[in-house]
Nanobody, 126 residues
Framework: QVHLVESGGGLVQAGGSLRLSCTTS????????MAWFRQVPGKEREFVTA????????FYSDSVKGRFIISRDNAKTTITLQMNSLKPEDTAVYYC???????????????????WGQGTQVTVSS
C-alpha cells in the first residue's frame, strides 16, 4: 500500500502562484508514476499533469500547459506542482495519485492510478 500526503493548497488571487507537494511512502523509482487530478463539485475528476516513473517524462492537460510545472525530487519520494498564472477556473480540490508501471497511453486516465491522496483545496479568487 502506498500512502500519499498532499500539502500546499490555499487561497490566492487570480494571476498568483501556489505550490502543491505530494509525499509518498515509497520511492517513485520503484516504478511509481505520479499525477495530479482535480475535481470541482458536480463534475468528474479531471487530469491535470503527470510524471512517468522511468525517465521522468511529463504530461499536461491543455488547460494548464505553460502555466503548471510538475517535478520530482532527487530522492524520488516527493512531487511538486508549481501553479503559476492561476485563474478562477483552476479552483478545485487537487488530488495526488500514484500508479505502478504505467505506459504512456495510460498516464492521463484516472483508473490507471491505484493510490490517491486525501485532496487539498485550491481556491483562486477573481
Amino acid at each position: 500500500q502506498v500512502h500519499l500526503v498532499e500539502s500546499g493548497g490555499g487561497l490566492v488571487q487570480a494571476g498568483g502562484s501556489l505550490r502543491l507537494s505530494c509525499t509518498t511512502s515509497e520511492r517513485t523509482s520503484s516504478g511509481l508514476s505520479m499525477a495530479w487530478f482535480r475535481q470541482v463539485p458536480g463534475k468528474e475528476r479531471e487530469f491535470v499533469t503527470a510524471i512517468k516513473w522511468n525517465g521522468g517524462a511529463t504530461f499536461y492537460s491543455d488547460s494548464v500547459k505553460g502555466r503548471f510545472i510538475i517535478s520530482r525530487d532527487n530522492a524520488k519520494t516527493t512531487i511538486t506542482l508549481q501553479m503559476n498564472s492561476l485563474k478562477p477556473e483552476d479552483t478545485a480540490v487537487y488530488y495526488c495519485a500514484a500508479g505502478r508501471g504505467l505506459i504512456t497511453s495510460s498516464m492521463r486516465t484516472e483508473r490507471s492510478y491505484a493510490y490517491w491522496g486525501q485532496g487539498t483545496q485550491v481556491t483562486v479568487s477573481s
